[in-house]
Structures are given as structure tokens and as C-alpha cells.
């Protein structure tokens, strides 16, 4: 989605990390999504049209993925931080990898926010 609706990402530790699983997918995933990535121009042909309706689909559009991470962020908090902190020994604020998940699924959300077109 992220392609798709031209979303992109800060170039930090998370950026990063995405960019490590995208290498894991399978040669033709990973392959259309780099071409959905290269040739998507939906977010600029949406704010050259300057269309109200268009413009508040695209919106529509982003907000609806921003609502789909935030379900993740709760999930993700539900059934693995808050299970974590129980277990002794596991630090609730580390994931796969060694990741600081709960800091990257909000961040994640919050940078597919930002791409809202005013």
C-alpha cells in the first residue's frame, strides 16, 4: 500500500529494517512491488488534478491503512508486549529481530498520516 499511495519512509532504523524484510520477499514480489513503487504517480496525478472528490478518496485511502496499523499497534501491544512483560526474562519492548516494535508500528502509522493531501 506504501507503493501504491506513494508513501514513503524516514531513512532511520525503521526504513532500514523494512528494507531488510522487502529484500526477503520472493523474487517477483519483491520485483512488483519495486515497479509499483517506481511507476506509481497516483499521489501526484491526485494533486495536479486539484479534484476535491479525488483528492478526498486518495484521503480516504490513507486514513484507511493509518486505521489497519493502528489495529496492528493494538494487537501487536495485546498479544505480544503485554504478554512479554509477564514472562520472565523477555523484554516486552523488543520483537523480531530485536526490533523496538512498538516504536516502529507507531511510527509506521504516523508516516502514513503525514501523506494526507490538504
Not at 17 to 39: G, K, M
Not at 42 to 59: A, D, F, H, T, W
Not at 77 to 86: C, E, G, K
Amino acid at each position: 500500500m506504501d507503493a501504491l499511495l506513494g508513501i514513503g519512509h524516514a531513512g532511520d532504523p525503521l526504513r532500514s529494517f523494512l528494507d531488510e524484510l522487502h529484500a526477503y520477499r520472493p523474487p517477483q514480489h519483491r520485483r512488483y512491488i519495486d515497479d509499483l513503487r517506481a511507476q506509481s504517480l497516483l499521489r501526484s496525478v491526485v494533486q495536479k488534478l486539484g479534484n476535491p472528490v479525488i483528492r478526498e478518496l486518495y484521503n480516504d485511502s490513507i486514513r484507511k491503512l493509518a486505521r489497519f496499523r493502528t489495529r496492528h499497534l493494538e494487537y501487536a501491544a495485546t498479544y505480544i508486549n503485554r504478554q512479554a512483560s509477564t514472562a520472565a526474562g523477555n523484554d516486552p519492548d523488543v520483537g523480531t529481530g530485536g526490533t523496538p516494535f512498538m516504536r516502529y508500528l507507531k511510527k509506521h502509522r504516523d508516516e502514513a498520516e503525514a501523506h494526507l493531501l490538504t
